[in-house]
């Protein structure tokens, strides 16, 4: 596993974009990970110096390479991706208990049918936390839908994440044979391909635009977005 592989896999574990590249809010998601609490430095380099001496390393606010290795080995250590077909692993636990009730089995199943294949995902939570009034584009926002990821096991069984899986396609049929809503059937999301959503039964005829807009509104109501009024 290379570096930048590291650093992937801790920002998967911060719950920050997986670029590689340890921006600020990577340093400050890891801070929070490392301390439990949110880092009360506002200099990036006064973060990761306090990381450092965290993790017993040379503490200059210059991430080397002992600094990823020592930050793999605690947040990460010999940690894998269930691969039984009734396990949860913990991200995934997580990201099911803050989805709501109406789609988290459907997550749930989702992970159960992709492990039986010998896939391994992860889910994302892709809620968006704009308020309604300002932003209701897209049905992120409602928690109707989530993102999943798709890891590949290597020879030395590590998981590596896979951008780019012929499996996503695998996992969307998977999806839609217990009623979820595949992205790339969606001309709106067609470059987005982990992507799923749980459309509501009375949007079936309606065009995406108008599930938005009454979507929009029952939220703004404080009325349920799936029940058939």
Known sequence: MNYSDKIKAIQFKAGVEQSGIATTKTWISIYSL????????NSVTAIIKAIQEKIYVKANGKPSAK?????????????????????????????????????????????????????????????????????????????????????????????IYNDNSPLYNKVAKLGESIGLTWAGKQKTFT????????????????????????????KRENLSLLAIL
Request: glycine share 4%.
């Open 67 to 159: 600094t990823w290795d020592a930050l793999y080995e605690l947040l990460i250590g010999n940690e894998t991706i269930a691969s039984g077909n009734d396990m949860i692993d913990p991200h995934n636990e997580i990201i099911l208990q803050n989805m709501s009730k109406e789609l988290a089995p459907f997550a749930k199943e989702l992970i159960r049918l992709a492990n039986a294949q010998g896939i391994q995902i992860r889910l994302i939570n892709c809620e968006d936390t704009d308020s309604v009034n300002k932003s209701c584009l897209c049905d992120h926002q409602f928690g109707l839908s989530f993102e999943i990821w798709i890891f590949d096991k290597t020879s030395t069984g590590d998981y």
């Open 34 to 41: 490392v301390f439990t609490a949110a880092p009360y430095q």
């Open 191 to 218: 470059s987005n391909l982990p992507h799923f959503e749980l459309r509501p039964a009375w949007a079936v005829a309606m065009n995406e635009n108008d599930m938005v807009k009454e979507l929009c509104r029952r």
